[in-house]
């Protein structure tokens, strides 16, 4: 009986894994998706966030056999104004390639306090997806930790690389889990939330706290980096903004507000 060595070899390559790549697609012009089937399930499409942590989703894309019992509950937000009740299992979460891991999902469900979560939630992702893939370190939510691409096995769990438009006419790209792949040009300290220099229109570098944040379209930066605009108000089309590391020495990006 060759079974059990084979179960053996089989689980030996799935833990020796170095690198596994994710097709993604981008959707609304800056939203990154991927297919990810949770507990088994069929394909769901997932925001691949890097401004949150954890993965959230509605009870209708993971299939209840096997689920086994709810590890925790609770309320949590998104920074877009939403607000809903979750209960927490522990599945396996399969992004393909072989990215296949154990990890805590958020599943949305309706209670007294937020009676109206799934139909929210839905709304809310109704841009394209069906919820959230938080890979983001060191966010403070909304998601249950770990963050799934960390339960992934071997040296998938090291990290992320996200490359949006790898392919012509904006079809997509895709996601690499892994070890970095790349000499680093420029390294922040912190996923998603770094610290940063910012030039307006030309102005003085002043220290910024950025979200790096591909769930978030344009990104976020301080309001007193600002002055004179109302809360509220969009930032003036035309306006120059430069990112600098936090010593100011390096130009990670630029662009003019629309």
Same mark, same amino acid.
Request: charged letters at 15%.
């Given at each position: 009986d060759v079974a059990p060595t084979k179960a053996l070899v089989e689980q030996a390559q799935q833990n020796? !894994?170095? +690198?596994?790549?994710v097709p993604v697609q981008m959707v609304a012009g800056t939203e990154p998706v991927? !297919?990810? !089937?949770?507990? *088994?399930?069929?394909?769901?499409?997932?925001?691949? %966030?890097?401004?949150?942590? *954890?993965l959230v989703t509605t009870a209708d894309k993971v299939p209840t056999a096997g689920l086994g019992a709810k590890i925790g509950e609770g309320d949590s937000c998104f920074s877009g104004g939403l607000c809903y009740h979750y209960d927490t299992y522990e599945t396996t979460v %399969?992004? *393909? %390639?072989?990215a296949v891991g154990k990890a805590p999902v958020n599943i949305v469900t309706d209670n007294d306090e937020y009676p109206d979560s799934i139909a929210n939630f839905k709304e809310f992702f109704s841009w394209g997806a069906d919820g959230i893939l938080g890979v983001g370190a060191n966010t403070a939510g #909304?998601?249950?930790? #770990?963050? #799934?691409?960390?339960?992934?096995?071997?040296e998938l769990s090291d990290g992320v690389l996200i490359y949006q438009n790898a392919y012509p006419l904006g079809l997509g790209g895709y996601m690499i889990l892994g070890p970095n792949l790349f000499p680093t040009k420029v390294?922040?300290?912190? =996923?998603? %939330?770094? +610290?940063? !220099?910012v030039s307006v229109n030309g102005g003085a570098k002043q220290d910024g706290a950025a979200i790096i944040d591909s769930g978030g379209v344009y990104g976020t930066l301080n309001r007193d980096l600002f002055p004179g605009i109302p809360t509220g108000d969009d930032? #003036? =089309?035309g306006t120059k903004i430069d990112v600098y590391s936090p010593d100011g020495l390096t130009l990670l990006y630029r662009y003019t507000t629309q």
């Amino acid at each position: 009986d060759v079974a059990p060595t084979k179960a053996l070899v089989e689980q030996a390559q799935q833990n020796g !894994k170095v +690198y596994a790549k994710v097709p993604v697609q981008m959707v609304a012009g800056t939203e990154p998706v991927v !297919k990810v !089937k949770i507990n *088994g399930g069929r394909n769901t499409t997932l925001l691949v %966030d890097t401004g949150a942590s *954890g993965l959230v989703t509605t009870a209708d894309k993971v299939p209840t056999a096997g689920l086994g019992a709810k590890i925790g509950e609770g309320d949590s937000c998104f920074s877009g104004g939403l607000c809903y009740h979750y209960d927490t299992y522990e599945t396996t979460v %399969d992004l *393909g %390639d072989g990215a296949v891991g154990k990890a805590p999902v958020n599943i949305v469900t309706d209670n007294d306090e937020y009676p109206d979560s799934i139909a929210n939630f839905k709304e809310f992702f109704s841009w394209g997806a069906d919820g959230i893939l938080g890979v983001g370190a060191n966010t403070a939510g #909304p998601g249950p930790a #770990p963050i #799934p691409t960390a339960a992934m096995p071997g040296e998938l769990s090291d990290g992320v690389l996200i490359y949006q438009n790898a392919y012509p006419l904006g079809l997509g790209g895709y996601m690499i889990l892994g070890p970095n792949l790349f000499p680093t040009k420029v390294s922040l300290t912190g =996923a998603p %939330d770094a +610290y940063v !220099k910012v030039s307006v229109n030309g102005g003085a570098k002043q220290d910024g706290a950025a979200i790096i944040d591909s769930g978030g379209v344009y990104g976020t930066l301080n309001r007193d980096l600002f002055p004179g605009i109302p809360t509220g108000d969009d930032v #003036p =089309a035309g306006t120059k903004i430069d990112v600098y590391s936090p010593d100011g020495l390096t130009l990670l990006y630029r662009y003019t507000t629309q």
